[in-house]
């Protein structure tokens, strides 16, 4: 079973970026689907960002054109996320998904 660890979260001022990483306890490229979902305090937890093994990609349309998911093929046990133009409403703990298994999830927080 595929065992992935969050990492990169942290405090930004709006409008500022972050870039997580999600490390797969295999190749990602052995994955059909990876997926960033995000949990903000009080709502359910919801789809940011999708990459299959073909390297097709989905985004939430709240994230579109300022997230963008992506792999590193030089090391390919890794999935990023890049945020950028970062809004208060994008506070949330994210957590990477493959093969039904979750990570802890790393905090992002969005300071006005």
């Known amino acids: 079973q595929v065992q992935v660890v969050e990492s990169g979260g942290g405090l930004v001022q709006a409008g500022g970026s972050l870039r997580l990483s999600c490390a797969a306890s295999r190749s990602i490229f052995s994955i059909n689907t990876m997926g960033w979902y995000r949990q903000a305090p009080g709502k359910q937890r919801e789809l940011v960002a999708l990459?299959?093994?073909?390297?097709?990609?989905?985004y939430a349309s709240s994230v579109e054109g300022r997230f963008t998911i992506s792999r590193d093929n030089a090391n390919k046990n890794t999935v990023y996320l890049q945020m950028n133009s970062l809004k208060t409403e994008d506070t949330a703990v994210y957590y990477c998904?493959?093969?039904?298994?979750w990570g802890q999830g790393t905090q992002v927080t969005v300071s006005s």
């Open positions: 990459i299959t093994r073909g390297g097709s990609t989905t």
């Open positions: 998904k493959a093969e039904g298994v």
